[in-house]
C-alpha cells in the first residue's frame, strides 16, 4: 500500500488564514479565525471542536457555498481558488441526509451525476455496483421514507461516492445513528476509503470516531474556530475495534480530550455570557 | 375502495329513490320541484342536445383549464424566482381577483366575440389565480439546505428549477389544480350566459325562460357529475404520482 501523506507529493488542500465574519442585525459574530490546514491526497482527517466553533461553516466554505472574509487563501490541488469556483468540485455531505422524497433510493443516489449533465441510464451503471457495498441491495427502488436512519444515511453517503471528487467532506455522517450502527458505519467507511482512495475531511463529536478513522484529528477552539491542535494519529491499518482499549489510542484520546475539555468550558461560558 | 364506491353509489340510489317518494307523498308541485323520474325522462328523451352541450361546455372548461393552469405556473415559478417580479405584479394578481368575473364577463365576450374563446378566457382566468399562487409559495418554500446541497453538485438555476422547486412545488400545485379546475367549470358555465347557442350554460337559461323544470334539474344534475368526474380524475392523479409531502 503506498503511503497516504507522500510527503513529496503537494498538498490536496492548503488553507491559509481563512476567516469568516458574519454579519448579522446585531452585530458581528467571528465564526472561523486564520484558520490554516494542509491536507495531502488519499489521507483521512477528521475534526472535533465544541458545538457552534464554525466547522459546518468550514465545510459550506471549501464546498464553495460561502465566501470567506478576504485575505483568505484556498489552494485546491495547488491552484488557488475562489469560494463559487469550487461549487461542482468537492463531494459534500451536509449534517442532514437531505434526500429528496419523490425520488427513489437509486435516483436519490445517481442525482449528482444527473445534475453533471450523466444520462440516466449511464449513471445507473456506475451505481449498479456500488449498492452491495453500501449494504442497499434490495432496496434500489424503495422511496427514503421506508429507509431506517441507518439506511438512509448510507443512501447519502453513496451520493457523496458516487460524486467523485478528488476531496471529500462528511459533516456528522454518523451523528444520529445508536452506538452499534456507528461503529459498523465507522468500520465499513474506512474499507470503503481504503479501496476508493479518496481524501477524507469528517467532522464528528466524537473522540473515539475521531481516532479510530483519522490519520490526523484536528482540534478547533470554541468560537472565533481556530486550531488548537493537530494530533497525527500513528495507529496501523487495517484497524481492529479491539483498538478502542489499547494503551495507545487512551493515550491519544486522554490529549484530544484535554484540549476538548477547555475549549467546551470556554465555549459553555459564552453561552452563558450570552 | 370498491366497497366505497358501492356504498356510495347506494347512498346516491337512495337519495334519488327518496326524492321521487318525497314528491310524490307530500303532493308537491311540478313547477316548483318535479320528480326524479320525470328528470330522468327528459334527460333521455334529450340525450343529443345535451350531450352537444356537454362537449361544448367541458371543451371550454378543459382548454380554459389548461391554458389558465399555464398561466398560473409561468408567472408562479417567475414569482418564486424573482422577489422583484413578486413584488410589482404579485399585488395585481390580488386585486384582480377581488373583482368578481362577472362584472367584466360581457367585456370579454365584446373583445373576444360570443364563441368558444370568451368563455375559455372566464376559465382560464379563473383557473391561473389559484395555480399562480400555490406554485409560488410552493417554490418558495423549498428547503434551503437542499438548494445548497444540489448547489455544491454543480447545479446551475435551471437544474435546480427542474430537479427541487418543481418537483417540491408539486404537492401544492395538485391542490391548486384541484380547486382550478372546479373554478374552471364554473367559469365556462357562467361564461355561456353571456350569450351564446351552445352549452349546458346557456341550456340552463333557457330552461329558466321557458319554466321548464325537469330540464333545469336535468342540467344541475349533468354540471354536478361533470364537476365530480373532473375533481375525481385529478384526486386519482394526485394520488398515484403526488403523494409526498411538502414539509420534510
Ligand atoms: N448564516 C449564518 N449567519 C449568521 N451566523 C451564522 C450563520 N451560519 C452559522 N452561524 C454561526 O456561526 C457559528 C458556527 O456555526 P457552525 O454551524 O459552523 O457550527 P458547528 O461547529 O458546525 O456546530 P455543530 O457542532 O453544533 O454543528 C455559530 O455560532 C452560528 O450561530
Ligand atoms: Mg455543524
Redesign the interface.
Known amino acids: 500500500m503506498d503511503g497516504p501523506a507522500d510527503s513529496a507529493a503537494p498538498p490536496m488542500l492548503q488553507l491559509t488564514n481563512l476567516s469568516k465574519t458574519f454579519d448579522s442585525g446585531h452585530g458581528r459574530l467571528v465564526a472561523l479565525e486564520r484558520i490554516g490546514i494542509e491536507i495531502g491526497c488519499g489521507e483521512f482527517v477528521t475534526v472535533v471542536g465544541p458545538s457552534g466553533c464554525g466547522k459546518s461553516t468550514l465545510f459550506n466554505i471549501l464546498a464553495g457555498l460561502a465566501e470567506p472574509d478576504t485575505g483568505a487563501k484556498i489552494l485546491y490541488n495547488g491552484e488557488p481558488r475562489m469560494a463559487p469556483e469550487l461549487l461542482g468540485k468537492v463531494a459534500f455531505m451536509p449534517q442532514r441526509d437531505l434526500l429528496l422524497p419523490w425520488r427513489r433510493v437509486v435516483d436519490n443516489a445517481i442525482l449528482p451525476l444527473q445534475v453533471e449533465g450523466i444520462p440516466r441510464a449511464e449513471a445507473l451503471k456506475r451505481a449498479q455496483p456500488l449498492f452491495v457495498e453500501f449494504g442497499l441491495s434490495g432496496f434500489e427502488r424503495h422511496y427514503p421514507q421506508q429507509l431506517s436512519g441507518g439506511m438512509r444515511q448510507r443512501v447519502a453517503l453513496m451520493r457523496t461516492f458516487l460524486f467523485e471528487r478528488d476531496l471529500t467532506l462528511l459533516d456528522e455522517p454518523f451523528g444520529a445513528l445508536d452506538a452499534l450502527t456507528r461503529s459498523l458505519m465507522q468500520r465499513w467507511l474506512l474499507d470503503i476509503w481504503q479501496r476508493h482512495q479518496r481524501t477524507i475531511l469528517f467532522i464528528t463529536h466524537d473522540v473515539d470516531e475521531a481516532i479510530f478513522l483519522g490519520d490526523r484529528v484536528l482540534v478547533m477552539t470554541a468560537r472565533p474556530g481556530r486550531i488548537k491542535l493537530v494530533l497525527d494519529v500513528p495507529l496501523a491499518r487495517p484497524r481492529p475495534p479491539e483498538m478502542l482499549t489499547s494503551p495507545e489510542f487512551i493515550a491519544l484520546k486522554r490529549q484530544v480530550l484535554a484540549a476538548i475539555e477547555e475549549e467546551s468550558i470556554k465555549s459553555f461560558q459564552q453561552v452563558a455570557e450570552g | 375502495m370498491r366497497t366505497g364506491l358501492g356504498s356510495q353509489l347506494a347512498a346516491l340510489i337512495g337519495l334519488l329513490v327518496l326524492w321521487e317518494v318525497g314528491v310524490r307523498v307530500f303532493g308537491v308541485a311540478p313547477h316548483n320541484m318535479p320528480t326524479a323520474s320525470a328528470v330522468f325522462r327528459d334527460m333521455a328523451g334529450n340525450m343529443d342536445l345535451i350531450g352537444r352541450g356537454v362537449v361544448r361546455t367541458l371543451s371550454e372548461t378543459i382548454i380554459g383549464f389548461v391554458i389558465g393552469a399555464t398561466i398560473g405556473f409561468v408567472f408562479g415559478s417567475a414569482f418564486a424566482v424573482s422577489r422583484t417580479l413578486e413584488r410589482l405584479l404579485f399585488p395585481l394578481f390580488i386585486v384582480s381577483q377581488a373583482i368578481p368575473v362577472i362584472a367584466f364577463g360581457a367585456l370579454v365576450v365584446m373583445w373576444l366575440g360570443n364563441d368558444i374563446w370568451s368563455k375559455v378566457a372566464i376559465a382560464a382566468y379563473l383557473t391561473a389565480f389559484p395555480v399562480t399562487v400555490n406554485t409560488c409559495r410552493g417554490m418558495q418554500a423549498v428547503?434551503p439546505?437542499?438548494v445548497?446541497?444540489?448547489?455544491?453538485?454543480?447545479?446551475g438555476p435551471w437544474?435546480l428549477f427542474w430537479?427541487?422547486r418543481v418537483?417540491y412545488a408539486?404537492p401544492s400545485i395538485a391542490a391548486a389544480l384541484k380547486l382550478g379546475i372546479s373554478l374552471g367549470l364554473i367559469g365556462a358555465i357562467v361564461g355561456e350566459w353571456f350569450g351564446d347557442t351552445v352549452g349546458l350554460g346557456i341550456m340552463l337559461l333557457q330552461a329558466m325562460y321557458n319554466e321548464n323544470l325537469p330540464r333545469m334539474w336535468a342540467l344541475i344534475l349533468v354540471c354536478g357529475a361533470i364537476g365530480i368526474l373532473l375533481y375525481a380524475a385529478f384526486e386519482a392523479i394526485e394520488r398515484r404520482w403526488i403523494w409526498?409531502?411538502q414539509e420534510?
Open positions: 428547503d439546505q437542499r445548497a446541497l444540489l448547489r455544491s453538485f454543480g447545479a437544474a430537479r427541487l418537483p408539486l409526498w409531502k420534510i
